[in-house]
């Protein structure tokens, strides 16, 4: 058995302070993480941010009724890539662990959904705000638990004032404030699990649990990603060399969970790595390819390029790789070179990915998974920094950098749309290596993203109250308001009366119009239609249904976004509804030049607009979308899937 030393305590000389609570670590991270009032979501994260709800309100994996609008616009080539079909229904293609952890907190969220009377009809707009802001909510919470449970484990070993600057470090100047804690991604989960393992790992050697939260801890990262997996092989070793009194605790988590995962694979999807990966094929217009390719094309895109490199986007890693060589020379932390082949078998194993970018995102967010690690080498290498004066200055300032540019990503992008233009960057990586066209400066100059989760907090509020009486009463309707015939003109439903005058053809009491189906209205988004329909709704007022309906106007408007270069309407089934069009200028369009947006009075579903809307063959990650509106045109034309309301609205329209 191979003997360990001891663990390095406190440095000498530091002050011993008071250490600052890991709670209070955690509640200041989760507020920077949802300042920005936004949540980054592509197709990836559709399976995670349905299936809690899924698993509450159907008691059910399955996610058909869920996702029906997306697999009816899906295209021919890619298909709706983040689904698999499986005993007739469709699940998820990624593991279920994550979404099956954070269920728990969807509990109250699926309890005012079940109430609802009306109830939400899937795509509903106020389900589409609250499917949103859990999905950041779970992402945000779990990525701020990530570093209290890092910081926990580095005060194990160093001061509370290096311990405290490490976790500050992992948490603002990395992936976890751009990517994890903006969408519900598995990166964040992952980066919970080996800071656990770090926990465990530093725990007093004489513990009898250290080694089963060690084995907890990776189970639950190998569930995550099967590429995890390469973490775990050297700490089967480990934990052997170690003895039976503590492989036995390490391995049990490791075969419980494990059977589980693989199980739950075989049944649903007849292989034992599940519905993910799976082979793609490589076509001109593919994604995720997944191909044999140099080890050091990969390695030296995902370390130095502009795109994906991880020096690039976090100059603060040079130290880690510095303090990770110190740490394995002097082999004073415990399994120190357990975790740092684990890390080198990672980084190997994305290298050699056909997609070792990682597709469509700001950053290298394969690598953002080893930062715990990497925060933990910032312990031994800070004494020699500290020491130096230039080098502390530099190392700051390489700090200060690396949260400037996971700023940009979490308050910026997608905007500058840099994954999709000139070139689709998974059909050209080649581009990932333009120094003076990166990601952070065209994301930078594209400026703020709007804070759409700000502005769904109207509708949030209207969850706690709503029923048949949610709406506001009808206000007196002023004098000289619009008679009937002027009503008709601009599609405002009728009153009892107006339904009653001679020649009107609407029956009494009724909404229907049947060119567009029962409940119907009508909003024209094309010149200044919508500004005038918004006008003439507000000053309406008086049914509940009008007022309703200019709310949902609003959000549309607040939602919308011109995009030049492009051609062409996209919405998703859980993103509010984004024009990324110009067409014949700077003005929205839909099917035609003047399209007709389609709104129901009380929910809005976005499957409706969607259908409204002219559709791209790539969205996100290639989820191919065709045209389904009565009269929209073909076209081909990339777009993508993100942005909101840029400050030139009226401009556009």
């Given at each position: 058995m191979e003997p360990e030393t001891q663990s390095p305590?406190?440095?000498?000389?530091?002050?011993?302070?008071?250490?600052?609570?890991?709670?209070?670590?955690?509640?200041?991270?989760?507020?920077?993480?949802?300042?920005?009032?936004?949540?980054?979501?592509?197709?990836?994260?559709?399976?995670?941010?349905?299936?809690?709800?899924?698993?509450?309100?159907?008691?059910?994996?399955?996610?058909?009724?869920?996702?029906?609008?997306?697999?009816?616009?899906?295209?021919?080539?890619?298909?709706?890539?983040?689904?698999?079909?499986?005993?007739?229904?469709?699940?998820?293609?990624?593991?279920?662990?994550?979404?099956?952890?954070?269920?728990?907190?969807?509990?109250?969220?699926?309890?005012?959904?079940?109430?609802?009377n009306p109830p939400l009809h899937q795509g509903d707009i106020l389900l589409t705000t609250l499917i949103d802001w859990?999905?950041?909510?779970?992402?945000?919470?779990?990525?701020?638990?990530?570093?209290?449970?890092?910081?926990?484990?580095?005060?194990?070993?160093?001061?509370?004032?290096?311990?405290?600057?490490?976790?500050?470090?992992?948490?603002?100047?990395?992936?976890?404030?751009?990517?994890?804690?903006?969408?519900?991604?598995?990166?964040?989960?992952t980066q919970l699990c080996f800071a656990g393992l770090l926990w465990g790992l530093l725990q007093e050697e004489s513990s009898r649990r250290r080694s089963f939260w060690c084995g907890l801890a990776l189970a639950g990262a190998a569930a995550n990603n099967a590429v995890n997996t390469i973490v775990v092989l050297p700490f089967l070793i480990y934990f052997a060399r170690r003895g039976r009194r503590e492989f036995v605790p390490f391995f049990a988590p490791l075969v419980v969970l494990g059977s589980l995962v693989l199980g739950y694979n075989f049944y649903f999807f007849g292989k034992l790595l599940g519905g993910y990966p799976r082979v793609w094929t490589a076509t001109a217009a593919g994604f995720h390819v997944y191909k044999a390719a140099p080890v050091w094309e990969g390695a030296a895109g995902l370390l130095f390029s502009p795109g994906r490199g991880l020096l690039f986007f976090m100059p603060w890693t040079i130290l880690a790789l510095w303090g990770m060589a110190l740490a394995w020379k002097e082999n004073r932390l415990p399994a120190v070179r357990y975790v740092i082949v684990g890390m080198m078998g990672f980084f190997a194993a994305h290298s050699a990915l056909g997609t070792w970018w990682g597709g469509w995102c700001f950053g290298p967010r394969y690598m953002g998974d080893l930062l715990p690690f990497l925060a933990l080498f910032l312990i031994p290498v800070w004494p020699q920094v500290r020491s130096r004066r230039p080098l502390a200055a530099a190392a700051f300032a390489a700090i200060a950098v690396s949260i400037g540019i996971q700023a940009v990503g979490a308050f910026c992008y997608p905007r500058g749309e840099w994954d999709a233009r000139p070139a689709n960057i998974d059909w050209n990586p080649q581009r990932l290596w333009d120094w003076k066209d990166n990601p952070i400066r065209r994301t930078w100059n594209a400026g703020r993203a709007r804070p759409e989760l700000f502005y769904g907090l109207f509708l949030l509020g209207n969850l706690v109250k709503r029923n048949q009486n949610l709406l506001p009463p009808p206000r007196q309707r002023k004098q000289g308001g619009y008679g009937s015939g002027e009503r008709e003109r601009l599609g405002l439903p009728l009153s009892r009366e107006q339904a009653k005058s001679p020649g009107c053809e609407k029956r009494a009491g009724s909404d229907r119009?049947?060119?567009?189906?029962?409940?119907?209205?009508?909003?024209?988004?094309?010149?200044?239609?919508?500004?005038?329909?918004?006008?003439?709704?507000?000053?309406?007022?008086?049914k509940s249904e009008e007022y309703?309906?200019?709310?949902?106007?609003?959000?549309?408007?607040?939602?919308?976004?011109?995009?030049?270069?492009?051609?062409?309407?996209?919405?998703?089934?859980?993103?509010?509804?984004?024009?990324?069009?110009?067409?014949?200028?700077?003005?929205?369009?839909?099917?035609?030049?003047?399209?007709?947006?389609?709104?129901?009075?009380?929910?809005?579903?976005?499957?409706?607009?969607?259908?409204?809307?002219?559709?791209?063959?790539?969205?996100?990650?290639?989820?191919?979308?065709?045209?389904?509106?009565?009269?929209?045109?073909?076209?081909?034309?990339?777009?993508?899937?993100?942005h909101t309301l840029g400050d030139n609205f009226e401009q556009a329209t």
């Amino acid at each position: 058995m191979e003997p360990e030393t001891q663990s390095p305590q406190t440095e000498p000389g530091a002050r011993q302070d008071r250490p600052v609570s890991p709670w209070l670590v955690f509640l200041l991270l989760f507020v920077i993480y949802n300042i920005n009032f936004r949540c980054v979501r592509f197709e990836d994260s559709l399976p995670s941010r349905l299936l809690p709800f899924s698993l509450l309100l159907d008691h059910s994996l399955y996610l058909d009724r869920w996702v029906a609008p997306y697999v009816a616009s899906a295209g021919p080539v890619n298909g709706v890539y983040f689904l698999r079909k499986s005993h007739g229904h469709w699940m998820s293609s990624y593991p279920v662990i994550m979404p099956l952890a954070i269920t728990p907190l969807y509990v109250l969220p699926a309890w005012l959904v079940a109430r609802q009377n009306p109830p939400l009809h899937q795509g509903d707009i106020l389900l589409t705000t609250l499917i949103d802001w859990m999905a950041k909510l779970s992402a945000s919470l779990m990525t701020a638990l990530s570093a209290l449970i890092l910081y926990s484990a580095l005060r194990k070993i160093a001061s509370p004032d290096l311990s405290l600057l490490a976790t500050l470090v992992y948490g603002l100047a990395g992936t976890p404030w751009s990517i994890s804690s903006q969408g519900l991604w598995r990166h964040g989960f992952t980066q919970l699990c080996f800071a656990g393992l770090l926990w465990g790992l530093l725990q007093e050697e004489s513990s009898r649990r250290r080694s089963f939260w060690c084995g907890l801890a990776l189970a639950g990262a190998a569930a995550n990603n099967a590429v995890n997996t390469i973490v775990v092989l050297p700490f089967l070793i480990y934990f052997a060399r170690r003895g039976r009194r503590e492989f036995v605790p390490f391995f049990a988590p490791l075969v419980v969970l494990g059977s589980l995962v693989l199980g739950y694979n075989f049944y649903f999807f007849g292989k034992l790595l599940g519905g993910y990966p799976r082979v793609w094929t490589a076509t001109a217009a593919g994604f995720h390819v997944y191909k044999a390719a140099p080890v050091w094309e990969g390695a030296a895109g995902l370390l130095f390029s502009p795109g994906r490199g991880l020096l690039f986007f976090m100059p603060w890693t040079i130290l880690a790789l510095w303090g990770m060589a110190l740490a394995w020379k002097e082999n004073r932390l415990p399994a120190v070179r357990y975790v740092i082949v684990g890390m080198m078998g990672f980084f190997a194993a994305h290298s050699a990915l056909g997609t070792w970018w990682g597709g469509w995102c700001f950053g290298p967010r394969y690598m953002g998974d080893l930062l715990p690690f990497l925060a933990l080498f910032l312990i031994p290498v800070w004494p020699q920094v500290r020491s130096r004066r230039p080098l502390a200055a530099a190392a700051f300032a390489a700090i200060a950098v690396s949260i400037g540019i996971q700023a940009v990503g979490a308050f910026c992008y997608p905007r500058g749309e840099w994954d999709a233009r000139p070139a689709n960057i998974d059909w050209n990586p080649q581009r990932l290596w333009d120094w003076k066209d990166n990601p952070i400066r065209r994301t930078w100059n594209a400026g703020r993203a709007r804070p759409e989760l700000f502005y769904g907090l109207f509708l949030l509020g209207n969850l706690v109250k709503r029923n048949q009486n949610l709406l506001p009463p009808p206000r007196q309707r002023k004098q000289g308001g619009y008679g009937s015939g002027e009503r008709e003109r601009l599609g405002l439903p009728l009153s009892r009366e107006q339904a009653k005058s001679p020649g009107c053809e609407k029956r009494a009491g009724s909404d229907r119009d049947d060119t567009l189906g029962p409940r119907t209205e009508r909003a024209d988004i094309g010149g200044k239609g919508l500004y005038s329909r918004i006008g003439q709704t507000s000053q309406e007022g008086a049914k509940s249904e009008e007022y309703f309906l200019a709310q949902q106007i609003e959000v549309v408007k607040e939602q919308v976004q011109p995009a030049p270069v492009f051609g062409g309407l996209v919405a998703g089934p859980f993103g509010v509804a984004e024009v990324l069009a110009e067409f014949g200028g700077q003005r929205l369009i839909g099917a035609a030049q003047h399209a007709e947006l389609e709104l129901e009075p009380h929910s809005g579903p976005e499957h409706e607009l969607v259908q409204q809307f002219v559709h791209s063959e790539e969205i996100g990650h290639g989820a191919g979308f065709e045209p389904l509106g009565r009269e929209a045109p073909q076209r081909n034309s990339h777009l993508r899937l993100g942005h909101t309301l840029g400050d030139n609205f009226e401009q556009a329209t």
